[in-house]
């Protein structure tokens, strides 16, 4: 909440609780660490399953904070005419900062951590004449990134691309979500491009898993409005299913598909398969799998688990 944050357990018993002040809370989780900024503010709350590892108070204000499964902490900052990608320690301290310039090497979209915390993945934006282009960048804050000039070790341009999201999957794979389709890359210190899915129609939507791509589009239909296609890492298409669930927010989760809006939940599993699609008194803020059956629902009023038949 704008005042403050709460680890509970699963049988909801309180764990921890800190207190702060923010307008707009935005959380970010990775295994068993957090970072909670103040969107358009000015603040960073660092958590690991004990509590408060540490603070930061921004030279600009927040777009985006990033935190990998080491509890390093990435962050976009708008400074005006110029854009800030800072990297900060556990505890806050602050371990490098990157200004970036609309033309030089663009707009940063979103920013990923690899889980050890060395590898600090950027999306950029940039127009050259008419088309737009993109361009993923690599940095490595680790021995092999010193002799870099900023830190680059490896970096992709895409003409007529647009990448809104990117994502580390595991340990050495990580993801770069486009508007066009999506592409694949390797590597612990030096991350190497992969498999590439290009897709023609406008996707709408994206989820994902270590194993697994989803994208959804339009489908033009009145009765289904949608169509889902999912792949492998590798580039392999699973199965393309036509749906019709007014979803907001669609994503997988021990390895289900889920689709959620203010009143309604559908479960797939991961063939595609619906197991579930009602509607649910109160209004739905979050959902996802827990374990074999068992799914957390969390209400504005309070927090469910549930089990299906």
């Avoid at 990117?166 to 210190?189: C, H, P, V, W």
């Amino acid at each position: 909440s704008p005042d403050g944050v709460s680890l509970v357990s699963d049988s909801m018993d309180t764990i921890w609780s800190e207190t702060y002040q923010m307008q707009n809370p935005v959380a970010d989780v990775k295994g068993n660490r957090a970072v909670i900024a103040d969107k358009d503010g000015t603040t960073l709350e660092i958590y690991d399953k004990s509590g408060k590892t540490g603070s930061v108070t921004t030279s600009y204000s927040i777009i985006k904070a990033r935190v990998s499964q080491s509890g390093l902490v990435a962050a976009i900052l708008d400074g005006g005419d110029d854009t800030w990608i800072d990297f900060y320690s556990t505890d806050g301290s602050l371990i490098a900062e990157n200004q970036t310039k609309v033309d030089d090497p663009g707009y940063p979209l979103d920013v990923a951590i690899s889980d050890d915390g060395v590898i600090m993945m950027v999306t950029y934006q940039f127009v050259d004449g008419n088309d737009t282009t993109s361009y993923v960048a690599f940095y490595n804050f680790g021995d092999i990134g010193q002799s870099e000039d900023d830190r680059i070790v490896s970096g992709y341009t895409y003409e007529g691309a647009v990448i809104p999201q990117i994502e580390y999957l595991d340990s050495t794979r990580s993801a770069a979500l486009k508007d066009n389709g999506f592409t694949i890359y390797s590597g612990t210190q030096i991350p190497k491009e992969g498999t590439t899915v290009e897709v023609k129609k406008e996707i709408v939507s994206t989820f994902f898993d270590e194993n697994t791509i989803g994208l959804v589009f339009k489908s033009g239909k009145k009765d289904k409005q949608y169509t889902m296609q999912v792949y492998g890492i590798d580039g392999t298409l699973r199965f393309e299913k036509e749906f019709n669930v007014p979803y907001t927010t669609i994503k997988m989760s021990d390895g289900c598909i889920l689709m959620y809006n203010s009143s309604q939940i559908c479960v797939m599993n991961s063939r595609g398969s619906e197991r579930y699609n009602g509607t649910i008194d109160g209004t739905i803020n979050n959902f996802f799998k827990i374990g074999w059956n068992k799914y957390m629902l969390v209400l504005d009023n309070g927090v469910n688990v549930i089990k299906f038949k």
